[in-house]
């Protein structure tokens, strides 16, 4: 029989992967089939055919022929139908293929035995559906299937289900249903990422990158690339990750903290960047990564280092308030899984004074020194709910640090010297930023480096930056996992990483 | 006789010999009555809604601010979408040059989406106290003016008055309440006594949130001008134009 080229041939058969679910039909040697596994997608021709968007699919195309790629998330077959859901990242759709005049017996058994997963290309009738489909986001129509053809065929085993990942965790299952545990989901992320509550999770993300980026720049602020593979640890030498270099070795950067520095004593003013930050902390907490992305600000400023302060704060509300804005469908499907209270905050950010959380704990009935660093006591909870109370917000930053628990280049207090100019953010109780203003002046710099008893040998390219003029300047920078992970009121960093690095794991 | 429908004696002769003490000026004053001092700042946090300001607490904050270093603070909570530029500028424009902790007080104004105007306080726990008329109360007390009991009483009794029947009554108790303040005011230069109270304050402010000041009897008219030539009334004054 003539051999037909193109995209419906049956050249594919040959390819087709085993497995008991897939059928093969006898009518695939017709020409003009309405169903079967297609050859691969070599980029043999160009159709002339557009694809709807399934999250399009609404009562206003009903009666329409409308051509669909979508994966098959379930499927059903009852006697002379089949009922498939089509899914495309968050939306999904029901499909019918039915005996009738455009399907065949063969054709419904054909479309109830692909396997979960697969892509397949669908040809049907939007059909305004008799009563609502509660189980679909596309709950008003229904797709009646002419043609269906797979593209890419799933393999019959899946390692885990989408519809118990997505499943909420609830407190004594009354009938058992099963979710997938956080190691599963990691070791097969790429179907994890799939469900609807990891594509709103990364795409708020993705928002939070954004908004970042374009609230800086309408603020005039120019964004920079910073070396990852440099030659001195610069917060410290114990938790971080050394490389081979050629035939001796470097670090990969704690933080971009040191090149931020130079561009304001380079004259770039107003700087962020966006980039991976590694530590090579051995902790397991819900919060840590050995590898994060890290969203770093630096700022030069005129008097007083509560100008970038501000700058920073603001920043952060803009973004908060364009997540509220454009990211609510994003935000209602997380929360569908894991239910949160909405962020709360206010603007202009509120900002309190070290001491006052202190009094504030204090009054509450916890016992500690004038210089203790709360985050040690684990009272950083506490203060959050105290803060709540009183002002109802989940986003707050405090003023004015002890000095003793401050890196060595933090600048001190003009007036009180056991403290420092330096802040810490808090989202629901938890640190998302700690900032300060630099020492700018190379001899103090000296001695506080010295007080710290660090070798100054190791950072003599540094203190050299600031010997020829430079502008008094503070900043800080934000984990993205972390915010977003604090945002949406989750409870482990490793949901709102894609392919997170912790201790335990360097795959996939 | 003050005619009041339930009056159990007539108090017209205790009011007029009563003399309120002196004004004492310095901040230990505030320890004893915020409590104990932990060494920060003590902040007064007032939620109230930007479709309902309460003006008596903005003319409650100027005064405040003339007998103590006040550090004012004004912010949105995430709850409401917008406000407009007037409620957001209305403690003026605040120098912020010194640290929290040398002021003697705070006091933070969050424009919310509340039912009700509510106070908390900062250092100390305590349920939030609710109403209008309660937090005018707590901020008029914090001026350290003392009263006899008959004439506490009457102030209160004024400010609920004021808030239930003058703003939030119908047009009938609207009528009655300005026809007793008339009456008290062809007594006294002020609703209780020869000194502003927080009565006033407060009746004042309800007056110029409802429709009736325009229709005011001879001496209120007279009373409001008296009130809107003290200074701290000018902030509000500003607002309502």
């Known amino acids: 029989m003539h051999q037909q080229k193109g995209i419906w041939s049956t050249g594919g058969f040959r390819r087709i992967m085993r497995g008991p679910r897939f059928i093969k039909s006898r009518e695939t040697k017709t020409p003009q089939l309405k169903y079967g596994v297609s050859s691969m997608i070599q980029s043999q021709e160009k159709p002339d055919r557009v694809l709807i968007r399934i999250k399009d699919l609404t009562v206003e195309k009903a009666d329409e022929v409308v051509w669909v790629r979508g994966r098959i998330h379930t499927s059903r077959a009852k006697g002379k139908q089949c009922f498939l859901v089509l899914r495309q990242q968050q939306f999904n759709i029901q499909a019918l293929v039915a005996v009738g005049q455009h399907a065949s017996k063969q054709m419904v058994k054909f479309a109830a035995n692909i396997n979960k997963e697969s892509i397949v290309d669908v040809e049907g009738v939007v059909r305004k559906a008799h009563q609502k489909i509660g189980g679909c986001t596309q709950q008003d129509v229904e797709l009646h299937v002419q043609r269906i053809y797979v593209i890419s065929l799933a393999e019959p085993r899946l390692p885990l289900q989408l519809d118990d990942a997505v499943r909420p965790e609830v407190e004594g299952e009354e009938d058992g249903r099963a979710t997938v545990n956080q190691d599963t989901r990691l070791d097969n992320r790429v179907i994890d990422l799939r469900t609807s509550t990891s594509q709103a999770i990364f795409c708020l993300q993705s928002g939070i990158c954004q908004l970042f980026r374009e609230t800086l720049i309408h603020k005039g602020f120019v964004e920079i690339q910073t070396p990852k593979i440099i030659s001195a640890a610069s917060e410290g030498g114990a938790n971080v990750f050394t490389v081979s270099y050629f035939k001796s070795s470097a670090y990969l950067a704690q933080s971009p903290q040191l090149y931020k520095q130079m561009c304001i004593c380079a004259d770039f003013e107003k700087v962020f960047c966006i980039g991976p930050v590694f530590r090579a902390e051995d902790s397991n907490t819900h919060r840590h990564l050995t590898e994060f992305v890290g969203l770093d600000i630096e700022m030069a400023f005129n008097y007083h280092y509560h100008e970038v302060v501000d700058e920073i704060a603001d920043t952060l509300v803009q973004i908060f308030k364009g997540l509220q804005e454009r990211f609510q469908t994003e935000i209602q499907t997380v929360n569908k899984q894991f239910p949160c209270e909405p962020f709360k905050f206010l603007e202009p950010t509120l900002r309190l004074e070290y001491r006052e959380a202190v009094a504030m704990l204090r009054e509450a009935g916890v016992e500690m020194g004038d210089e203790e660093d709360l985050r040690y006591l684990g009272s950083t909870k506490m203060c959050q709910s105290l803060v709540k109370v009183v002002y109802d917000t989940d986003f707050y930053i405090l003023d004015k640090y002890p000095l003793a628990v401050r890196p060595f280049y933090t600048m001190p207090d003009p007036v009180n010297p056991k403290n420092s100019n330096s802040y810490d953010m808090f989202m629901r109780g938890e640190e998302i930023l700690s900032g300060a203003q630099r020492i700018h002046d190379p001899q103090l710099l000296t001695e506080r480096a010295q007080h710290h008893g660090i070798d100054l040998e190791k950072i003599k390219a540094y203190i050299d930056s600031f010997r020829f003029g430079a502008p008094p300047h503070a900043g800080g920078g934000i984990g993205l996992e972390r915010v977003t992970m604090l945002y949406l009121g989750l409870h482990n960093v490793r949901q709102t990483s894609m392919f997170p690095r912790d201790p335990k794991r360097l795959t996939p | ?241």
């Open chain 2, 1 to 241: 006789m003050i005619q009041t429908p339930d009056a159990d004696f007539d108090v017209t002769n205790i009011i007029q010999t009563d003399e309120c003490s002196p004004l004492t000026t310095n901040g230990a004053d505030l320890d004893l009555m915020l409590g104990k001092d932990y060494g920060a700042l003590k902040d007064i946090v007032i939620n109230a809604n930007p479709s309902l300001p309460p003006l008596s607490l903005l003319v409650l904050h100027s005064l405040l601010c003339e007998r103590y270093k006040i550090l004012s603070a004004v912010h949105t909570h995430s709850s409401v979408k917008s406000v407009p530029e007037n409620l957001l500028k209305c403690f003026g424009e605040q120098t912020k040059k010194q640290p929290r902790h040398e002021y003697q007080l705070g006091f933070t104004l969050i424009w919310k989406d509340v039912p009700k105007p509510q106070m908390k306080f900062s250092i100390q726990t305590m349920c939030p106290i609710e109403g209008e008329g309660n937090i005018a109360r707590f901020l008029f007390s914090l001026l350290g003016q003392k009263y006899n009991a008959v004439t506490s009483t009457l102030i209160d009794s004024w400010v609920d008055t004021a808030i239930f029947q003058l703003k939030e009554g119908s047009s009938k108790e609207k009528g009655a309440v300005l026809r007793s303040m008339n009456a008290a005011l062809g007594k006294t230069p002020w609703l209780v006594g020869n000194e502003l109270t927080v009565a006033d304050i407060v009746a004042w402010c309800a007056l110029q949130q409802t429709d009736s000041a325009n229709a005011a009897p001879a001496n209120v008219q007279k009373w409001m001008k008296s009130c809107e030539n003290l200074a701290p009334f000018t902030s509000v004054m500003k607002l309502l134009k």
